[in-house]
C-alpha cells in the first residue's frame, strides 16, 4: 500500500538527518557518501544472490542507470552536504521539500503532462508549512552566504527530482532492485573518483558515532528507504512520492526536540497542520 511504503521512507529518512551528524567532520564528505552506497550497493547485490533475484541489464542501459547514480546518489548529497556549510540544516530541508513541486514540473517539461492542481496545492502547503516550521532559521540567515546556500539546496533538490524520472523510465523495462544496486554502485564511484582528485583521505574514522551512523545510512536509510521510495515512486509518480520530502523534515524535527533542545513554538504548530493538510490533498482520492 503506498501509504505504508509512504511511512517508511519518512521515518527512514527523517532518522538518516541525525545519522548524517553523526559523520560531519569525521571524514570528508565524498569519502563518506562513497563509503555509504558502495556498502549500500553491496548489501543489495548480496541480497539479490542469495534470494536469486539477480538479473542481468544490458550494457546500453547502463548509461542510463549511471545517470540515475549520479543524480540520486551522487550530487544530491554532495550539493546538500555543501549547502549546509552556509544555511542551517533546518533551511536546507525547506527547500528540499521543493521536490514534490519539481517533480510536477518536470513531468510538464519532459512529458508534457500538466500537474493537476490539487497535487500543486498540497506541494505548497507543505513547503509552506515547513517554512513556518523553520521560520526562526529563515530570519537567522542572510547576505551572499544564503544566496550561495539556497542556490546549491535548490541545485541539488533539481537533481534529485530528475533522478526520480530517470528511475521511472529505467523501471519500464528492468527490475527496480537490480537498477537500485547498479545506480548506488556508480553514485560511490564518482564520489570516491572526486575523493581521489582532491587527494582527501580514505581512512575510516573507528569511532562508535561514525561507524554507527555509516551502518544506519547504508542499511536502513539507504537500500531499506530506496527501494521503498522508488517502488512507490512507480505506483503513484514522482509528484505525489516526492511529497515524502515535505514530511520527512517533521520527524527529523521530533528527533531534534528530544535529541537536541530544539524548541515548539505556536508557529511550529501551525506548520505542522499545514504540512498535514497538503498530504491530505495529494494523497486522499476526490470522491466520486
Known amino acids: 500500500m503506498p501509504i505504508v511504503l509512504l511511512s517508511v521512507v519518512v521515518v527512514t529518512w527523517g532518522v538518516s538527518w541525525y545519522g548524517i551528524t553523526l559523520q560531519i567532520g569525521e571524514a570528508a564528505e565524498t569519502v563518506s557518501i562513497s563509503y555509504r552506497f558502495a556498502l549500500a550497493s553491496a548489501i543489495l547485490f548480496l541480497w539479490l544472490i542469495v534470494t536469486k533475484r539477480w538479473k542481468p541489464i544490458p550494457l546500453t542501459a547502463h548509461l542510463r542507470i549511471a545517470t540515475l547514480g549520479f543524480c540520486l546518489f551522487n550530487m544530491n548529497y554532495l550539493l546538500f552536504y555543501i549547502a549546509t556549510g552556509y544555511i542551517a540544516s533546518g533551511v536546507s530541508s525547506v527547500v528540499f521539500s521543493t521536490a514534490a513541486i519539481f517533480g510536477s514540473l518536470n513531468q510538464w517539461i519532459f512529458f508534457g503532462k500538466s500537474p493537476e492542481r490539487r497535487v500543486l496545492a498540497g506541494a505548497v ?4 508549512g515547513l517554512a513556518f516550521l523553520f521560520s526562526q532559521g529563515l530570519r537567522e540567515v ?11 539546496a535548490v541545485t541539488a533538490t533539481y537533481f534529485f527530482s530528475l533522478g526520480n524520472l530517470v528511475s521511472v523510465r529505467l523501471s519500464a523495462d528492468y527490475d527496480l532492485s537490480n537498477i537500485v ?13 572526486y575523493a581521489l582528485v582532491f587527494g582527501q583521505s580514505f581512512a575510516v574514522p573507528m569511532t562508535a558515532s561514525y561507524l554507527l551512523g555509516l551502518a544506519y545510512l547504508s542499511v536502513i536509510a539507504s537500500v531499506i528507504a530506496f527501494l521503498a521510495y522508488l517502488t512507490l515512486l512507480n505506483r503513484v509518480g514522482p509528484a505525489r512520492a ?3 520530502t515535505v514530511l520527512f523534515p517533521l520527524v527529523a524535527l521530533a528527533i531534534s526536540s528530544g535529541l537536541e533542545g530544539y524548541e515548539w513554538t505556536l508557529l511550529s504548530f501551525i506548520g ?6 497538503g498530504a491530505a490533498l495529494v494523497f486522499l482520492k476526490r470522491p466520486g
Open 142 to 152: 542572510n547576505g551572499m552566504e544564503t544566496v550561495v546556500g539556497l542556490a546549491l
Open 181 to 193: 544496486a547498479r545506480a548506488m554502485a556508480y553514485g560511490a564511484a564518482l564520489c570516491a573518483l
Open 272 to 277: 505542522i497542520s499545514l504540512a498535514l493538510f
Open 242 to 244: 516526492a511529497y515524502a
Open 125 to 128: 502547503c507543505g513547503v509552506a
